[in-house]
T-cell receptor, first 116, second 111 residues
Framework: DTGVSQDPRHKITKRGQNVTFRCDPI?????LYWYRQTLGQGPEFLTY????????KSRLLSDRFSAERPKGSFSTLEIQRTEQGDSAMYLC??????????????FGPGTRLTVL | GIQVEQSPPDLILQEGANSTLRCNFS?????LQWFHQNPWGQLINLFY???GTKQNGRLSATTVATERYSLLYISSSQTTDSGVYFC?????????????FGGGTRVLVKP
């Protein structure tokens, strides 16, 4: 098991462009989460999936953001019409949740987005 | 929502010193995790500790859930302990499931 992986690790884009990030969770983890971390702050929750169902979205997730987990395995996070305020580290995490039990979350290395 | 406060915000240590980091939270929680964020941004799991005490090498943690705080102890600090330490809590509300992070404690260990 190689842990949570994210791609790309760094992305530089111009304002107005669309970007897409990918996250591969730990195999057999059924929950996948996206967080955003700006400089000097702790990560903030964006959204999470249980299998392929998106169960919760933060108000931080504007209409320009969309996340998918089509087959309950990897997930993508797309940002349309990027703005300079979108510059941040985007972190993905996964966990295993069974009936009545929830377990710790494990994080990937993150994708650092810079919007020029 | 639940509030998480960490103290101190910054900590400078001489190599070999011991230290205690504190995490206070505003409501009852079902899960508490401590992380170390390295200079490249990777969050490394230190402890999953909703209650009780755990030890892992030079690190140990104690969570007193009834009093809504957790402590992380670093003993005999090393330069590799430098980085940001985050406490994060989870409170199950219906189907909700997310970690709420504190602001972190930035630790610098000097040789």
């Amino acid at each position: 098991d190689t842990g949570v992986s994210q791609d790309p690790r760094h992305k530089i884009t111009k304002r107005g462009q669309n970007v897409t990030f990918r996250c591969d969770p730990i195999s057999e983890h059924n929950r996948l989460y996206w967080y955003r971390q700006t400089l000097g702050q702790g990560p903030e929750f964006l959204t999470y999936f249980q299998n392929e169902a998106q169960l919760e979205k933060s108000r931080l997730l504007s209409d320009r953001f969309s996340a998918e987990r089509p087959k309950g395995s990897f997930s993508t996070l797309e940002i349309q019409r990027t703005e300079q305020g979108d510059s941040a580290m985007y972190l993905c995490a996964s966990s295993l949740t069974t009936s009545g039990s929830r377990y710790e979350q494990f994080f990937g290395p993150g994708t650092r987005l810079t919007v020029l | 929502g639940i509030q998480v406060e960490q103290s101190p915000p910054d900590l400078i240590l001489q190599e070999g010193a011991n230290s205690t980091l504190r995490c206070n939270f505003s409501d009852s929680v079902n899960n508490l995790q401590w992380f170390h964020q390295n200079p490249w941004g990777q969050l490394i799991n230190l402890f999953y500790i909703p209650s009780g005490t755990k030890q892992n090498g030079r690190l140990s943690a104690t969570t007193v859930a009834t009093e809504r705080y957790s402590l992380l102890y670093i003993s005999s600090s090393q330069t590799t302990d430098s980085g940001v330490y985050f406490c994060a809590v989870e409170r199950y509300i219906a189907a909700g499931n997310k970690l709420t992070f504190g602001g972190g404690t930035r630790v610098l260990v000097k040789p």
